[in-house]
């Protein structure tokens, strides 16, 4: 089990830690099935749009992406904290077998309503640098004392 994350060791600007996965095709047939998303871009090389739409290869599930950042989110709040808010979209893609970078960084931190808040800014990004599913968070975390 991770560590909880406490309030009152958390800083604005604190990265959140990475999240690196390369989803293969075997991973993104997984999902498909997990998801309902049959749709052959993610999976089937030989899949016509994809020529017709210049895309290079298959394309990993919008789904797929929101899932890891949420992933790190979860993993962020811990099991005693709670997320309130939680939301990206999609800006860009990425490809099987192509590393994506899940990371995050604190934006900002208050008391509000007797609970402890953080906002935060989470996203994906390619190995080129491009932030290909950007997103926000707001998670209550739990005090130490």
Known sequence: MAEQTYYEDVKEGQELPEIKIAPDKQQLVKFAAGSGDFNPLHFDEKFPMLKAMG?????????????????????????????????????????????????????AKRQEGGENIVELDVWTENDEGKKTTPGTAVVALPSRG
């Open 55 to 107: 895309i290079p290869d298959n394309i990993t599930h919008g789904r797929f992406k929101y899932a890891q950042v949420g992933r790190a989110v979860f993993a962020f709040a811990g099991y005693k904290g709670r997320v309130k808010r939680f939301g990206v979209s999609y800006r860009g893609m990425d490809f099987i077998n192509q590393t994506i970078t899940v990371k995050g960084v604190v934006t």
